[in-house]
């Protein structure tokens, strides 16, 4: 049972434009949210959250959206650059049960 | 440096040769778990700890122990080893449970033959 789903495996884009990646959750009692990069033979690196009483969050170039009816989170970058080339995952949190549940991850590629 | 390290890095054992995975935080971090990474599954957490001595199973705890008998450090043990434990394995900490950035080791990639 996927509690957090990245449905789509990868993603192309080019160099400037928006890149979005989402995410689905099935678990209501999820009250946070987190993006997290990963590149080859490094351990992911945190990016950007967003609290379940939020419906959006900026960090400079990442936006990460949040709609609680649709249990459906995603993440804008824009723009987009070559060293945004990682794989992402979503993470959900239940504080409830202090357990984070992650994604299966989206490889994103930046062409230039 | 803020930093998870992990030891070993790399590792290749045969099936039922007892291993243990060390993660040690310099970051005074309460919080600390242990996931595994695989192809099409992501990252699925095994056990956590929200302190010293208080640990608790995550979703796939079977086949894993774990210890935190110091706030730094939070090892990883495999008893006995099988193939299907074959896996890159982070270690993670955070100083809030639940809400608090996950900061990650750079991965142990185990195999079991």
């Known amino acids: 049972d996927q509690q957090v789903k990245q449905n789509s495996p990868s993603l192309s884009v080019q160099e400037g434009r928006i890149s979005i990646l989402n995410c689905d959750y099935t678990?209501?009692?999820?009250?946070?949210f987190l993006w997290y990069k990963k590149y080859p033979a490094e351990g992911p690196t945190f990016l950007i959250s967003i609290s379940s009483i939020k419906d959006k969050n900026e960090d400079g170039r990442f936006t990460v959206f949040l709609n609680k009816s649709a249990k459906h989170l995603s993440l804008h970058i824009v723009p987009s650059q070559p060293g945004d080339s990682a794989v992402y995952f979503c993470a959900a949190s239940d504080g409830g049960t202090y357990k984070y549940i992650f994604g299966t991850g989206t490889r994103l590629k930046v062409l230039a | 440096e803020a930093q998870v390290t992990q030891n070993p890095r790399y590792l290749i054992t045969v099936t039922g040769k007892k291993l243990t995975v060390t993660c040690s935080q310099n970051m005074n971090h309460e919080y600390m778990s242990w996931y595994r990474q695989d192809p099409g599954l992501g990252l699925r957490q095994i056990y956590y700890?929200?302190?010293?001595?208080?640990?608790d199973k995550g979703d796939v705890p079977e086949g894993y122990k774990v210890s935190r008998k110091e706030k730094r450090n939070f090892p990883l043990i495999l008893e006995s080893p099988s193939p299907n434990q074959t896996s890159l394995y982070f270690c993670a900490s955070s100083s809030r449970a639940s809400t608090g950035e996950l900061f990650f080791g750079e991965g142990s990639r185990l195999t079991v033959l």
């Open positions: 678990n209501s009692m999820f009250d946070y």
């Open positions: 700890s929200m302190n010293v001595e208080v640990t």
